[in-house]
């Protein structure tokens, strides 16, 4: 067999680093007693930001399953849509950041 008609050996590409979540490795952060109220108020701001994302992005996807007339197969499956598990996900950090917002705070008259 002729080697300049064969096929080069196919290398696989390395893996690619996963891209990093806006708010990957803060949450930890914020429930940290020495955490800045900034610092958490700006987290809070961001998570707020993407959660009105989420709800957009859910609102697409729904009108364009619709129009092509099929379902969610996830939501089918698991009875909730991925985009409603990480409304529901970001939704909860909301809340422990609030509430870890509202702990770091000095009280009224201090």
């Known amino acids: 067999m002729d080697m300049s008609q064969t096929n080069p050996a196919h290398h696989p590409a390395p893996p690619l680093d996963p891209p990093a979540l806006r ?5 930890g952060e914020a ?3 020495s ?3 900034a610092s958490m108020e700006q987290l809070l701001e961001e ?3 993407l959660l009105a994302t989420l709800k957009i992005d859910r609102a ?3 009108a364009r399953l619709a129009e092509l007339g099929r379902d969610d197969p996830i939501e089918l499956v ?10 529901e ?3 909860q950090a909301i809340k ?6 509202l702990d770091a705070r000095p009280p009224a008259g201090s």
Not at 23 to 27: D, E, F, I, Q, V
């Open 23 to 27: 708010l990957a490795g803060r949450l």
């Open 31 to 33: 429930s940290d007693a």
């Open 35 to 37: 955490a800045d109220a």
């Open 47 to 49: 998570a707020r930001a």
């Open 60 to 62: 697409r996807v729904e």
């Open 78 to 87: 698991r009875g909730r849509s991925a985009l409603d598990e990480g409304i």
């Open 89 to 91: 996900a970001c939704h």
């Open 96 to 101: 422990r950041l609030d509430r870890s917002l």
